[in-house]
C-alpha cells in the first residue's frame, strides 16, 4: 500500500512508519520537525526509517497546512491511505496557546481532507485522543458516549478533527477511523510526557511532579499495541468509524510512581502539587467495539511495558557516553 504518515518522525509516527515498511508498504512521512521538544529526537526517529532496509521511507519536512506542500504529496505519491498523526499536542500546553493548537489541529487536518475531496476511495486514518471525553463521569468510556463538554483546548480541537471527518466522509464517502488514544508510552516517548519524565527522574533522584492527592486515574497503552490498532484500522477503514484505542485498566497516579520506582530500583522523591486546570480524574477506554471490528488486543501489561521503556532509556543513555 502506498500511504502518506503526517508526524512519521514523532513517537507513535515512527513507531508506525517502522511496522508499515516492515510489512512493504511505500511509504511518505510528512513532519514540520518542530520545536515543541528536541527536533534532534525526532530526526534521529526518521533516521531510522531511511536506514538499509528493504524500503525505505521517504521523508518530507513541511507542515500540514501548506495547501501546495500537501498537494504536491498526494499529487506524486497516488496514496491508497493517510495516517495523520500530526497535531500540536498536549492538554496542558494548549492552555497557553490555544491558537496555535487550534491552527495546526484543526486547519492542518482540513487541508488534507480537501485533497481527498477528489479521492473518495482513499483510506483515511485521524489520531484523536481520549482527551475529548473531558470530566466524563460514566466508566469506562464508549465511543457514544455524551462528549459535548471538552475540558482544554487540546480536546476541544480533537473533538473538531472527529466532526470535520464525519462531515468530509458524508459529503464524500471516503472511509475515515477515527482513533482516540489513551496515554501511550513506550521507546521514543516525548520527554515531557509522565513515564518519560518520572523515569529520568527516578534515575536522577530528582523530585516528580505529583499532581493532587495521587488518585487520579489513567489507561496506559504501550506504543506497540497502539501501533496495531492502527494498522489494523488502516487496513480495516471502511466507512465511519471511531474507536478507542487503550489498555482497558487503569492504574492511580500513586500506583504509577511506585511501579516507576519498583523498576528503576529507586524510592521516587515527590514534589506535590495541585491538579492542574484541563486535567481529568479517569481515563478508561472501553475497547470492546475496536476487538470485535479490527481484531484489536492490547497484550502489553504496565509492568512488562515499563520495564521495556527503562531498557530503552539505559540503551539510550550508554549510546551517548
Known sequence: MRV??????????????????????????????????????????AALLTGARPCAARIVEGDIRDATLVARLFAEGRFEG?????AMAGVRPSLLDPLLYTDVNIRGTQVLLR?????PELRFVFASSSSVYGANERVPFKEDDDIHQPISPYAATKRA??????????????????LRFFTVYGPRQRPEMAIHSFVAKCLARQPIPFFGDGSTRRDYTYVDDIVDGVVRALDRARGYAIYNLGESRTISLAELVSAIGKVCGVEPILDRRALQPGDVLITYADVSKARAELGY????ELAEGLARFLEWVRARAGRRD
Open 4 to 45: 502518506l504518515v503526517t508526524g512519521g518522525a514523532g513517537f507513535i509516527g515512527s513507531h508506525l512508519a517502522e511496522r508499515l515498511l516492515a510489512r512493504g508498504d511505500e511509504l511518505t512521512v510528512l513532519d514540520n520537525f518542530n520545536d515543541f521538544y528536541d527536533p534532534a529526537i525526532k530526526r534521529a526517529n
Open 82 to 86: 493517510v495516517v495523520h498523526l500530526a
Open 115 to 119: 485533497e481527498l475531496e477528489r479521492r
Open 161 to 178: 478533527g472527529e466532526l470535520l471527518c464525519y462531515t468530509h466522509h458524508h459529503l464524500y464517502r471516503t472511509p475515515i477511523s477515527c
Open 297 to 300: 488486543e492490547p497484550r502489553t
